[in-house]
């Protein structure tokens, strides 16, 4: 029988202990045993070397001196938010999108700088988020050599481990070291992510999903992003890629095949020519004032969302799936297909199974999710006494 590398479960178990504090601290370390099923020699071992590297704190509830009290106060281990700072980012077709957080993940300032990333060459678009990461860190009130990394999201897929962009909508030449030239400029490790698995760290930390370790999200954007969280942990392909939903097939395979993307994705509705030059706002305006043409586009789009995410309650079985994204603006005039198409479709044992959650969130939390990218890797990095030996590419500096 293959043993487990003491390493690896060494980290595992590290951030086990770290997301538990996040999560639930002030916490005590029998708490912490209880809710992650580690021996309390090993919760003491791990909190103990947290301690000697400063990721957490330690709090007394109660006063020994206290007549109402008996016995000694209660200590409480809670994260140390200035144990380190990450700045993340979202890469977005018209956008540029930083947040700094500290190391609990509270954002500290945020910026928007307008751009046409798209048509920018990939040196261009390092110089940008260069620019724009030194104004975050700037009004967050912080020093760049204070930032301990920096996790950039774009839409397409990504490898986890290299930074290497596979495909994406805003990348104009994905040959271009986007990793490289982003860490260059700053002099500070980085990770590429992609924006729907970024999108689901933020809503496992902060947002629709922090009760749930196990849930399916769709981004519904310019491309159809998946994330898949398993066990609190981020589902990966091989090589660590990032999930895609946009690329899968809906009917015959060949050249005439249909993919997804093409019937749901927010590219679909641009495609019409009258559309351009308009936002979603003003295609919901159109939508509402009885265009049925693009009633009829809106409507398929949503029927074949809703097979797929059927098809995904299938396979993964999750008790909740999130629908975020920029297309969610047009309303019920998605929804509504996407909900009876999926009632339609859905296996009858599991039609009670999954709770689908609209959440139309903004900008900031999909960079803070990168953030929390940032921040997970931290979790489970080597400091100074805890830690994993370091595997493929380095992250952490």
């Not at 106060?73 to 957080?101: F, I, K, Q, S």
């Not at 390092?126 to 020093?143: I, N, T």
Request: charged share 20%.
């Amino acid at each position: 029988m293959k043993t487990a590398d003491p390493e690896l479960m060494r980290a595992i178990n590290r951030f086990l202990v770290l997301d538990t504090i996040r999560r639930h601290g002030p916490i005590a370390r029998v708490e912490i045993g209880e809710r992650t099923e580690l021996s309390p020699t090993t919760v003491s071992a791990i909190t103990a070397a947290l301690l000697d590297d400063g990721l957490i704190t330690v709090r007394h509830e109660g006063d020994i001196r206290s007549q109402s009290l008996r016995g000694r106060p209660r200590v409480m281990l809670a994260l140390n938010p200035e144990a380190a700072w990450v700045v993340g980012v979202r890469l977005a077709a018209d956008r540029v999108v930083c947040v700094a957080t500290n190391f609990q993940g509270d954002v500290l300032s945020s910026l928007t700088l307008p751009a046409r990333c798209a048509s920018l060459a990939t040196p261009d678009i390092a110089d940008l988020v260069a620019d724009g990461v030194r104004r975050c860190v700037g009004d967050a009130g912080l020093g760049l050599d204070r930032i301990k990394s920096v996790a950039l999201s774009l839409p397409g897929i990504v490898e986890h481990g290299t930074g290497k962009v596979l495909a994406s909508s805003v990348l104009g030449d994905l040959d271009a070291p986007l990793y490289e030239a982003i860490t260059a400029r700053l002099g500070i490790a980085t990770i590429i992510e992609s924006d729907a698995n970024a999108i689901t760290m933020a809503q496992h930390w902060f947002g629709q999903a922090r009760d749930h370790d196990d849930f399916v999200l769709v981004a519904i954007e310019e491309v159809l992003g998946l994330g898949v969280m398993h066990n609190g942990q981020l589902f990966r392909g091989a090589h660590g890629l990032s999930l895609t939903l946009g690329d899968m097939v809906m009917g015959p395979g060949g050249e005439t095949a249909m993919r997804l993307g093409d019937l749901a994705g927010q590219g679909a509705l641009l495609a019409d020519s009258r559309l351009h030059g308009h936002g979603l706002a003003q295609v919901h305006d159109l939508l509402e004032a009885g265009d049925d043409e693009l009633r009829a586009v809106v409507a398929r789009a949503g029927t074949a969302l809703g097979v797929a995410i059927a098809n995904l309650v299938a396979l993964f079985a999750p008790p909740r799936v999130i629908l975020v994204g920029s297309t969610l603006a047009l309303g019920e005039h998605l929804l509504a297909p996407l909900r009876e198409s999926f009632a339609a479709a859905i296996p009858a044992p599991l039609a009670t199974l999954a709770e689908i959650v609209i959440d139309d969130t903004g900008d900031q939390l999909w960079a803070r999710g990168a953030a929390a990218v940032a921040l997970g890797e931290l979790y489970g990095s080597p400091w100074g006494t805890t830690g994993p030996a370091r595997h493929s590419q380095s992250f952490i500096a």
